[in-house]
């Protein structure tokens, strides 16, 4: 059984980079074949798709946020990392890793837990 | 790329059936099968529902049933009961190579 489990401080200052961590167990994201993404949720709002990377290194981020955001992968510590930089209150959210297939998979099968990131000084 | 669309809210008495609606664009939910659907209790992380449009996954209540037509996709519940009662979310491929998703629906068990 897969799992994803976020980790990362909390609360960030506006204008500083807010930096997660999470952790796959369960599997191997360098056996390919998945997509590993980050969502995130505004309190009581909806959903947002941020970006993935593959096991290779290879990212593509939501055009939105493309300017602020960098995903990288350590495949020695089955691990992927989220970067936003320059935030504001408004990336104050609940931030999800998630899985989802790269060939003719395009859904999300397995989710973190979340963790709240809160943008105030 | 603008999200998709769904009603606010939703309810029904158990053993009733509802259903959802998602709205989007040739770009979008019309232009792939590559529909889903999540359910979201409070606190909790989304749940995989249905995906590829009308597919459930292994351990998902035969309850839960999904279609497509047009730009217009579709979550239906039968048997509504008590621990149906969440918010819910569909999610589409995009020929931007993104994912877009819906802005919840609540569901309320009368």
């Known amino acids: 059984q897969v799992q994803l489990q976020e980790s990362g401080p909390g609360l960030v200052k506006p204008s500083q980079t807010l930096s997660l961590t999470c952790t796959v167990s369960?599997?191997?994201?360098?056996?390919?074949?998945?997509?590993w993404s980050w969502i995130r949720q505004h309190p009581g709002k909806g959903l947002e798709w941020i970006g993935y990377i593959y096991y290779s290194g290879s990212t593509y981020y939501n055009p939105s946020l493309k300017s602020r955001v960098t995903i990288s992968v350590d495949t020695s510590k089955n691990q992927f990392s989220l970067k936003l930089s320059s935030v504001t209150a408004a990336d104050t959210a609940v931030y999800y890793c998630a899985r989802s297939g790269v060939v003719f998979s395009y859904y999300f099968d397995y989710w973190g837990q979340g963790t709240l990131v809160t943008v105030s000084s | 790329q603008s999200a998709l669309t769904q009603p606010a809210s939703v309810s029904g008495s158990p053993g009733q059936s509802i259903t959802i609606s998602c709205t989007g664009t040739s770009s979008d939910v019309g232009g792939y099968n590559y529909v889903s659907w999540y359910q979201q209790h409070p606190g909790k992380a989304p749940k995989l529902m249905i995906y590829?449009?009308?597919n459930r996954p292994s351990g998902v209540s035969n309850r839960f049933s999904g279609s497509k037509s047009g730009n217009t996709a579709s979550l239906t519940i039968s048997g509504l009961q008590a621990e149906d009662e969440a918010d819910y979310y569909c999610?589409?491929?995009?020929?931007?190579?993104?994912?877009?998703f819906g802005g919840g629906t609540k569901l309320t068990v009368l």
């Open positions: 369960g599997g191997s994201i360098s056996s390919g074949g998945y997509y």
């Open positions: 999610s589409s491929y995009t020929s931007s190579s993104t994912w877009v």
């Open positions: 590829e449009v009308s």
